[in-house]
Structure formats: C-alpha cells, structure tokens
T-cell receptor
Framework: EADIYQTPRYLVIGTGKKITLECSQT?????MYWYQQDPGMELHLIHY???????EKGDLSSESTVSRIRTEHFPLTLESARPSHTSQYLC???????????????????FGSGTRLTVV | GEDVEQSLFLSVREGDSSVINCTYT??????LYWYKQEPGAGLQLLTY?????DMKQDQRLTVLLNKKDKHLSLRIADTQTGDSAIYFC????????????FGKGTKLSVKP
C-alpha cells in the first residue's frame, strides 16, 4: 500500500553523536518536507525538496542537513546532536492529485508517524 | 501577524458539538485543510475545502468557509472521546502549488 514511513519511531542518543532520521514514501510524490514539532504543538518547517537533487531550507533555521538522491527517500542528518535538538520530527510528502478511496485523499500532505528524538 | 491563527485549547463534553475556528491571510489559497494529530502520531488529513465553496459536510464534520473574512471553521457534531486530538488548520501559500502554512494547532479535550 502506498504510504510514507519514518524510522526510527523513538531514538535516545548521547550528545555529540551523528544521527540520520529516515523517511521514505512509496507514492511517487515529488515534494517532501521535514517539520520539527515543539512539545507545545507548533510545527516548524525546517527543510523541503521539490524533487531529486533539490533541497531548500525552511522557515526555521536548523543545524540539520538533508539530501534527495532518490524520489522516494529524504533522510535528515544531524552531524553532532545536542540536547536542544530534542524534539519530534515529522516527514511529509505531496504530489499530483490522485483519486484514492478511504477517509483520506491525496489533497494536501501525507505525513509519516514521526521520530521522537531525545538527546541526553 | 501570523499567517494562520487558531485558538490553542478547546474543552467540550461528550455528545456536544465542537467548533474549532481558524483565520488565514492568503486570499489566493486554493484549498484549505484540517488535519488531526492523535498523541504520538503524525498528522492525518481530516478534510479539506475548495476556496470556491462555502460549506462542506462529511458525516459528523462540517467545514464552513467565509472567504471575505478569511475565516475557516470545523464543526464536529456529537463529539466523542476519540475525537480528543490536536487539530491543525492549513492554507496553501502562494497558490495551489505552494507549501502549506499550518496554524499552531487547537488541542481538543473531550470530557466524558
């Protein structure tokens, strides 16, 4: 079934470690996004991509980096994690309108389940 | 001011109607969206409305759009405890191909 997947769901790591959060989608969507979500709920766009070899910085400055070598894959990397990076990270994708059954549709974005990162 | 504004909290009793309000700024937004986020999960598209519509009803959900005032609302009839979640309003910035701009989210608490 077409979907978007994030791994890991939960991650606890020590300060200074390098980490990569994975995001893959099987919908063939061109656009992909990374959001950082505060404990207070607000979403902050930190990176997005229009397609292969395209990466853009979002509204919130972030020390993370992203790459888009394949359409389906949009990993986010932190070279040296710090406690201030502790947050929920959400990946999303969007593409051309496709009719799909079920309660959701392909209007707007499709989100992954998120990665909750804790840096100690 | 903020692009998309929502009140942060709403508390209702089970069986009552819930109304979550949102104001947006971009008059060129083609679609407006409501997303639902349950605890520990990502956002799920709940419903959407085209900008040329005033109202859309889908089972217990009713979306009202006032383009003149740039006001969007989501009404949940017969609210259930399973409706407890965070609800995000979103507009499309810069036309239908633009990025979504999300509000800060409204946390709906449903008391039994």
């Amino acid at each position: 079934e077409a979907d978007i997947y994030q791994t890991p769901r939960y991650l606890v790591i020590g300060t200074g470690k390098k980490i990569t959060l994975e995001c893959s989608q099987t919908m063939g969507h061109d656009k992909m996004y990374w959001y950082q979500q505060d404990p207070g709920m607000e979403l902050h766009l930190i990176h997005y991509s229009y397609g292969v070899n395209s990466t853009e910085k979002g509204d919130l400055s972030s020390e993370s980096t992203v790459s888009r070598i394949r359409t389906e894959h949009f990993p986010l990397t932190l070279e040296s994690a710090r406690p201030s990076h502790t947050s929920q990270y959400l990946c999303a994708s969007s593409g051309a309108l496709v009719v799909r059954t079920g309660p959701s549709s392909n209007y707007g974005y499709t989100f992954g389940s998120g990665t909750r990162l804790t840096v100690v | 001011g903020e692009d998309v504004e929502q009140s942060l909290f709403l508390s209702v009793r089970e069986g009552d109607s819930s109304v979550i309000n949102c104001t947006y700024t971009d008059s060129s937004s083609t679609y407006l969206y409501w997303y639902k986020q349950e605890p520990g999960a990502g956002l799920q598209l709940l419903t959407y409305i085209f900008s040329n519509m005033d109202m859309k009803q889908d089972q217990r959900l009713t979306v009202l759009l006032n383009k003149k005032d740039k006001h969007l609302s989501l009404r949940i009839a017969d609210t259930q405890t399973g409706d407890s979640a965070i609800y995000f309003c979103a507009e499309t910035k810069g036309g239908s191909q633009g990025n979504l701009i999300f509000g800060k989210g409204t946390k709906l608490s449903v008391k039994p």
